[in-house]
Nanobody
């Protein structure tokens, strides 16, 4: 089992920044590709960003390219999502997820965190 705990969400004005973190425990973090997803009220959960287990590859949804950056620190067993130039449409609950293997991956994640709320005011 992999346990994931997100932190760093909050309320920010449009154009502002937030940095989300997701701390993992339970298994060897560097064996897992990691991803961030989000779910806005009344909408399905959607892919945001993913990173390979060694940090060597990343992939982003078109809607966040150039504004959000995923990174990881395997020594700290933590994955991050730096969010810049935030827009009201970025408002959602953000979830991190882990999948055994190299990655980056868009689908098939095995473990999920509880989520952290991000609210962007206009």
């Amino acid at each position: 089992q992999v346990q994931l705990v997100e932190a760093g969400g909050g309320l920010v004005q449009a154009g502002g920044s937030l940095r989300l973190s997701c701390a993992a425990s339970g298994r060897t973090f560097s064996n897992y590709a990691m991803g961030w997803f989000r779910q806005a009220p009344g909408k399905d959960r959607e892919f945001v960003a993913a990173i390979a287990r060694n940090g060597g590859g990343t992939y982003y949804a078109d809607s966040v390219k150039g504004r959000l950056t995923i990174s990881r620190d395997n020594a700290k067993a933590t994955v991050y999502l730096q969010m810049n130039s935030l827009k009201p449409e970025d408002t959602a609950v953000y979830y991190c997820a882990a999948k055994y293997g190299s990655g980056p991956e868009l689908y098939g994640y095995d473990y999920w965190g509880q989520g952290t709320q991000v609210t962007v005011s206009s």
